[in-house]
């Protein structure tokens, strides 16, 4: 089973930035797909982005042109850069290791990180 740590989160002004790393145990790490997903109070958990295990990006379209996903397989670890805050931007923040089929990913269920706060406000 991998274990997940998420690390970065913050308090950010509207506008700002901020870049979550996950850090995933295991030697296995590159051949799978890798998500980011974010649940904000009193909503459902939402996919924000994902990344194939060769590296074919996907996003929602809340954070398109905003958030960049990307992995470094040497060091295991899955990032997610976060431009142009907005205050709807504020969500604990998960990674997940899953599976990329036809371009549509599906979580593994036991997969997940203990979640970084991202809160964004003036």
């Known amino acids: 089973q991998v274990q997940l740590v998420e690390s970065g989160g913050g308090l950010v002004q509207p506008g700002g930035s901020l870049r979550l790393s996950c850090a995933a145990s295991?030697?296995?790490?590159?051949?799978?797909?890798m998500g980011w997903y974010r649940q904000a109070p009193g909503k459902q958990r939402e996919l924000v982005a994902h990344?194939?295990?060769?590296?074919?990006?996907s996003y929602a379209d809340s954070v398109k042109g905003r958030f960049t996903i990307s992995r470094d397989d040497a060091k295991n670890t899955l990032y997610l850069q976060m431009n142009s805050l907005k205050p709807e931007d504020t969500a604990v923040y998960y990674c997940?290791?899953?599976?990329?089929?036809?371009?549509?990913?599906?979580?593994?269920?036991?997969?997940w990180g203990q979640g970084t706060q991202v809160t964004v406000s003036s």
């Open positions: 997940n290791r899953g599976t990329n089929y036809r371009g549509t990913y599906y979580p593994d269920s036991d997969s």
């Open positions: 295991g030697r296995i790490f590159s051949i799978y797909a």
């Open positions: 990344i194939s295990s060769a590296g074919i990006t």
